[in-house]
């Protein structure tokens, strides 16, 4: 290991012992070198957050204590919080893709080892996956510009391989353009691939008004969704929308509260009840990207709170992001939850939005919603010989889980998807974009 080595290593240690214990900011001494690390982002006091390298090297180090004529800084405050909630022994592995000195595009990924099915191999993908989850992770790249920035990313990869032995593209869009450049890529270069984790994301294509939108349900959807609203607003419920990032933020531990309790009620953990995850929502609501927006709605009676739903606006899209609602109040068979959900997507249609997005996951209550989705999955691609090795024994792993469920059934005819038939999946926005890639 050489000293560079070490020093990574060192700052990974470091991480690893703030993440564990929360801080904010570390000042240590190890011998002759001083490390400060701030892991807090831009917009709280005293802050600053650095995704810097030194020149000749590829490793992306979180630290405002690096600076100087040899330091490469990108300004990409959402993204920075993104890997401020990665894995501790993830190592940012971020790709720039500049044209004449312009950054046109990145690929915000990471370094980190995927263990599965008793292999433990050297990878590559999207930061934070792992831990804060996301949907329709992609390639980011300017308006125009995302053929080039493919392109330039991808020949990165290549000459840069010997780096990497499996990259992982989790939650790509069925059909997009990254998903086919990047099996044109494997294809061209040899590598074998493997699609898996296929999801469902359920969406709403908004109409002009909302009593338009009711009308493409059921009578009895419509039916009970008018109940609810009307029967709330006799009772004097009172429903707060919070549109201010600041005020969002003072009040997503009401979100997490409800949410906690939503799910404790069937003895599961609940995605917002994982360490750091709330300190996380706080960041990327008060890092949001231009053009996008963060709105929190809380329901109560009496002073009292009973549903609460979080939601971000990008581009054309109102993104369903995390509810919850209280089991213990006498109101909880009411259904709060529908009213804040109908409230969010009345707001989306008057704000002149195209979809609502539910996001990952087919769950019975947003079917109620809607019948219509976009398909993501997981693309993997395989450069070493462990890491061919793993994707043979995932075929087999496949194959042999298929001929046990046929068995179990007493038939051997292939298992049937469970894919709604009637559904339609959304055609993927086409997209377009030569430039030089670098890791920074």
């Known amino acids: ?37 701030d892991r807090r982002v831009p917009g709280e006091a005293g802050s600053a957050v650095a995704f810097a390298a030194p020149a000749g090297h590829s490793e992306a180090v979180e630290t405002a204590a690096v600076a100087g004529p ?78 080039e920035v493919l392109s330039a990313a991808l020949q990165f990869l290549h000459r840069a391989r010997t780096r990497w032995g499996l990259l992982v593209t989790s939650e790509l869009l069925e059909g997009s353009a990254s998903q086919n450049a990047l099996e044109a ?12 984790e296929e999801r469902l994301c359920p969406y709403i294509a908004l109409p002009a008004s909302f009593n338009e ?41 009401t979100l997490a509260r409800l949410h906690l309790a ?3 009620r069937d003895n599961l953990p609940g995605t917002i009840g994982r360490r750091g995850f709330v300190p996380f929502l706080r960041h990327v609501c008060m890092n949001l990207p231009s053009g996008s927006a963060c709105r929190l709605y809380v329901l109560s009676h009496q002073g009292a709170p009973l549903a609460s739903l979080l939601m971000f606006y990008f581009g054309e899209s109102a993104l369903y992001y995390q509810a919850g609602w209280d089991p213990d109040s006498p109101l909880a068979s009411q259904s709060p939850g529908v009213v804040v ?28 919603w809607t019948k219509t989705y976009r398909k993501t999955s997981t693309l993997l691609v395989a450069r070493s010989l462990m890491a061919n090795n793993y994707l043979r024994a995932a075929r087999f792993k496949d194959i042999a889980k298929r001929f046990l469920v046929n068995w179990t059934k007493g038939r051997g005819a292939g298992v049937t998807g469970t894919t709604p038939a009637e559904r339609e999946v959304a055609a993927p926005v086409p997209a377009r974009h030569s430039a030089n890639a670098e890791n920074t």
């Open 1 to 37: 290991m050489d000293d560079h080595e070490r020093e990574q290593q060192t700052l990974r240690d470091l991480l690893a012992l703030m993440h564990e214990h929360d801080l904010a900011r570390l000042k240590i001494r190890l011998g002759e070198a001083v490390y400060e690390i």
């Open 70 to 147: 040899n330091v490469k800084r990108v300004a990409a405050p959402l993204t920075g919080v993104f890997y401020r909630s990665s894995s501790p022994d993830a190592e940012p592995f971020v790709l720039v893709v500049r044209d004449a000195g312009v950054i046109i595009g990145l690929a915000p990924f990471c370094r980190v080892r995927y263990n599965d099915l008793g292999f433990r191999l050297k990878s590559i993908g999207w930061v934070g996956r792992e831990v804060v989850s996301g949907d329709f992770l992609d390639f980011l790249a300017k308006p125009g510009r995302r053929t």
């Open 185 to 196: 890529f494997a294809k061209d270069a040899g590598f074998s691939m493997r699609r898996q």
């Open 213 to 253: 939108y009711l009308e493409t349900l059921g009578s009895s959807s419509r039916y009970n969704i008018r109940r609810r609203l009307r029967d709330f607003e006799k009772l004097g419920a009172e429903l707060q929308v919070y549109s201010r990032p600041d005020e969002v933020v003072s009040h997503l531990y």
């Open 262 to 264: 939503r799910w404790r």
């Open 341 to 368: 959900m109908a409230n969010s997507i009345r707001d989306a249609i008057q704000e002149g939005l195209r979809y609502y997005e539910f996001l990952r996951g087919d769950e019975s209550y947003k079917t109620r």
